[in-house]
T-cell receptor
Framework: LAKTTQPISMDSYEGQEVNITCSHN???????ITWYQQFPSQGPRFIIQ???TKVTNEVASLFIPADRKSSTLSLPRVSLSDTAVYYC??????????????FGTGTQLKVEL | SQTIHQWPATLVQPVGSPLSLECTVE??????LYWYRQAAGRGLQLLFY??????ISSEVPQNLSASRPQDRQFILSSKKLLLSDSGFYLC????????????FGEGSRLTVL
């Protein structure tokens, strides 16, 4: 199973772009990379998912280099409401296999005025 | 649409008392089901997961157990609670078909006194 490593915390200011990198050196060929956001006393919410290269949706971008041993979540123009813990989760292969889904420690993002 | 429900939302239990947390999923069939625990200020710890009725994989040897009596029902239990069992318990499901995201319930906050 791919173990993930993220910075424990990051600080930013409103309006800035934030990039959070996750290392997953032993990612399997079939593994997806998924990012979640968690607010206090709530379950994590899906942000974005990718397999390789770049993925963009309405809230974030996900950059995955060719070797797939890391990934970077990019949040454009953060606001105070983006203060949360962000988790990178690696697993759940292309065919829906892979049942054990283990989260890493996550990154606490704090956004200030 | 798919939904997931957990209950109770909050409970305070004395040490040594039993525990039963329930989780049900609607709008899907044959999901993978997960129980996570989050201690105060900590990350998500995978406790149990299930790929089908009666099939339980335990990740952490402790005084907790899980059962899946029906396809969309997942129960977390304990015969005798410990102080260290306090935390925020989250149930989650994922569609076994293709790339998926974890959907989390609202969580159950347990305080053991």
């Amino acid at each position: 199973l791919a173990k993930t490593t993220q910075p424990i915390s990051m600080d930013s200011y409103e309006g800035q772009e934030v990039n959070i990198t996750c290392s997953h050196n032993n990612i399997a060929t079939n593994d997806y990379i998924t990012w979640y956001q968690q607010f206090p006393s709530q379950g994590p919410r899906f942000i974005i998912q990718g397999y390789k290269t770049k993925v963009t949706n309405e809230v974030a971008s996900l950059f995955i280099p060719a070797d797939r041993k890391s990934s970077t979540l990019s949040l454009p123009r953060v606001s105070l409401s983006d203060t949360a813990v962000y988790y990178c989760l690696v697993g759940w292969g292309l065919t829906g296999g892979g049942n054990k889904l283990t989260f890493g420690t996550g990154t606490q993002l704090k956004v200030e005025l | 649409s798919q939904t997931i429900h957990q209950w109770p939302a909050t409970l305070v239990q004395p040490v040594g008392s039993p525990l039963s947390l329930e989780c049900t999923v609607e709008g899907t069939s044959n999901p993978n089901l997960y129980w996570y625990r989050q201690a105060a200020g900590r990350g998500l710890q995978l406790l149990f997961y299930s790929v089908g009725i009666g099939q339980i994989s335990s990740e952490v040897p402790q005084n907790l157990s899980a059962s899946r009596p029906q396809d969309r029902q997942f129960i977390l239990s304990s015969k005798k609670l410990l102080l260290s069992d306090s935390g925020f318990y989250l149930c989650a499901w994922i569609n076994r078909q293709g790339a998926g995201e974890l959907f989390f319930g609202e969580g159950s906050r347990l305080t053991v006194l």
